[in-house]
């Protein structure tokens, strides 16, 4: 079965560019889950989707934004893009269960360097 | 907010030992998941803990769900190169099953080893 997918590998970017990084999840899990990484620290939580509606957000500002398709795949955008936005972006998808818990699987990631 | 203390931060042992390492914090969480991260690549799902006490294993991999909710830790027998990597702790939070299922992350046990 495959994994979850990530695209692009890699990007870079210059200050003030807009990005849209893409996700599709392992087959039959209905929500996406958007973080970032930045070197020598663990990902940090940006976005929630289940069902094509965002159920969290993490501590992040409005330039970054999300969304999920009907085929329960995932994009990310970050506009008017700093410096600090530079790390790699991670998705993970996992199933939803009633009780609330679950395993996230994560995806290869997205390395942006913006320069 | 929640926040992961991981420790030791760096681990150095020679092939054949033995390595423990454990999460800490002063909020509860609902789940405990281990992770582990080879350079370049998304974080791989170890061990995934779902009850406090609960004692799981995946191989040499033993993994332990507080007590308190509050902690956990990952222990692994008999090391081999392989093991070489960041290993990361993150925990979920307690939500509403409305609310984001998001993991809050440590900040990384790098293993090397010694042949």
């Known amino acids: 079965d495959a994994g979850v997918t990530q695209s692009p590998t890699h990007l870079i970017k210059t200050r003030g560019q807009q990005v849209t990084l893409r996700c599709s999840p392992i087959?039959?899990?209905?929500?996406v889950s958007w973080y970032q990484q930045v070197l020598g620290q663990g990902p940090q939580f940006i976005f929630q989707?289940?069902?094509?509606?965002?159920?969290g957000r993490g501590n992040f500002p409005d330039r970054f934004s999300a969304r999920q398709f009907p085929n329960y795949s995932s994009e990310l955008n970050v506009n008017a893009l700093l410096l600090g936005d530079s790390a790699l972006y991670l998705c993970?998808?996992?199933?939803?269960?009633?009780?609330?818990?679950?395993?996230?699987?994560f995806g290869p990631g997205t390395r942006l360097t913006v320069t | 907010g929640q926040q992961l203390n991981q420790s030791p931060q760096s681990m150095f042992i020679q092939e054949g030992e033995d390595v423990s390492m454990n999460c800490t914090s002063s909020s509860i969480f609902n789940t405990w998941l281990w992770y582990k991260q080879d350079p370049g690549e998304g974080p791989v799902l170890l061990i995934a803990l779902y009850k406090a006490g609960e004692l799981t294993s995946n191989g040499r991999l033993t993994a332990q769900f507080g007590i308190t909710r509050k902690d956990s830790f990952l222990n692994i027998s008999a090391s081999i190169p392989s093991d070489v990597g960041i290993y990361f702790c993150a925990g979920q939070p307690p939500s509403s099953f409305q609310g984001a299922q998001k993991l809050v992350f440590g900040q990384g046990t790098r293993l090397t080893i010694n042949p």
């Open positions: 087959s039959g899990h209905k929500s």
């Open positions: 993970a998808s996992s199933q939803i269960a009633d009780w609330g818990l679950y395993e996230q699987y």
């Open positions: 989707y289940y069902e094509k509606e965002e159920r």
